[in-house]
């Protein structure tokens, strides 16, 4: 039997209904159990940090499992026009992590779609959209509270509409077809795809995180003008620069400072650190 | 979640490892992200710093004198050498953003880092901080999320081979518990050994 993806396992339930205060809980059950019924086994997390959702299936060709993190948006998408409505979201540097079987799920409840990326898809897509350096190279990401919008769902008429990232089109991320991407077994089962993967995120990471992009010309008092841009990414640059030993020296230093600290000022470090080793990851509401 | 499982579970939990369960299978995942070169563990909700890739230590520190106080003081200031200059500072002396004037006239100028690159207002970072993307052991930038998945069942010693042998195929491991979650038994997949111990044989993982 065809199970229509995604449909609401909750026919009396109301997805709208929620407010943004209480509507986690309900949107990850929904994509769970959305995903259950294609076959997945979905495990939740025990305590709410980090990733939202790990789903797994045998691939049929190899017989060997798949394994898929998911982070899940749930969002309600906003009027930004007559006929286009945004998907309003927020990133974090921390959500972008060096494994390729991160998958961002992002859930319109009002349209009731799923629109999702392997990572890897949705870095090349930001590239290919020319949003790169909007996205992650403006301080307000670094700050972690850059909010973007560049999905956005087109209706022009009383059809279904059309979801695109930018002036891309997102058909082939959408739903079933969108589930479909994720599948294919190809990381799982070929290690140096997986290992090239991993190392085109780090890639990414340091070529755009490790860089400052002035946001306004009319600086304020958070904004960076670009002179001051200029000698802070030439400052990265020359740490960018650094063998890996100069880092090492660095943390070997460190390190030394840290043991001639008195006992309690080393227990308080080490109090915080822990405490913020399970900080709620990015990716939430 | 029955609650042997969930005392497995928390016990995990408070070894820095992410767990994740299966309502119908009743079954478990545990995650951890390490460096994909030596496998030290890798946090990325602890911030380094974009100059130096010094991690966040968590405690003030005095631009004038170096002077360290653990963060528990919300308001440090003034710092013992006189000065109101306990800020959330990069831990390395020789960091550019504390030892070039005109980068750390910068970094003072703007309002999210006044107090400091670590310092954070809510979920507000500095910007001149960003998650772990150097590993600590060996300075990588590459890393992974490894899993071991795994059962938990009650421990009952005359049953434990034919439970070993039903689940032994289905999961990276399989851990026992007594009644009163005290003793355990640990078995990696196809390593069977009936050794009861005080604790989960965490060595077993990933």
Known sequence: ??????????PRIDPKKFTKFNKKRVTEDFVQINLERQGWTVYEPFQDVGIDRIATIIDKKSNKKIIRFIQIKTREIEASSKDKFSFDYTLKPKDIICDPRITFLFYSDYTEDFIIFSINDYLELCDKANFTRSHFEVPAFKFCNHRVGPIIY?????????????????SNYLNEKGLDRIK??????????????????SSFRRKHFFVFEYAKKNASNNSLLPEQVEIINKYIKNFLNLKKKEILKTYKNNEKTKDNLSKEIKESMNLYLNNNIFETAGFKE | MKLFEMSVA?????????????RDTESFICSKDVCLECNKEWFHSVNQCVFCGSENPFVWICSHCDHKVGLASSTPNPCQCGHNALCKLCF???????TDIELSKIIIS????SKGIFDKRSATRSGFTISQNFCKNCASENNYIKISEFKVLKLDL????KQYDIYNKLFDL?????????????????????????????????
Request: glycine share 0%; with cysteine; net charge positive.
């Open chain 2, 110 to 113: 703007l309002k999210n880092s």
């Open chain 2, 158 to 161: 005359e049953n434990i081979k």
């Open chain 2, 174 to 206: 399989i851990i026992f518990v007594n009644e009163d979650f005290t003793k355990f038994i640990t078995i990696k997949k196809n390593e069977f050994n009936k050794e009861v111990k005080d604790d989960i044989n965490l060595k077993n993982f990933f």
């Open chain 1, 1 to 10: 039997m065809i199970i229509k993806f995604p449909s609401n396992p909750f």
């Open chain 2, 10 to 22: 928390y016990k995990l939990q408070s070894e820095n490892l992410q767990v994740f369960y299966n």
């Open chain 1, 154 to 170: 087109e209706k022009f008429d009383k059809k279904k509409g059309n979801w695109k990232f930018k002036n891309e089109d997102l």
């Open chain 2, 92 to 98: 390395n002396n020789n960091c550019p953003s504390r």
């Open chain 1, 184 to 201: 294919n077994a190809e990381i799982d089962n070929n290690k140096d795809l997986f290992l090239n993967k991993i190392k085109k995120i």
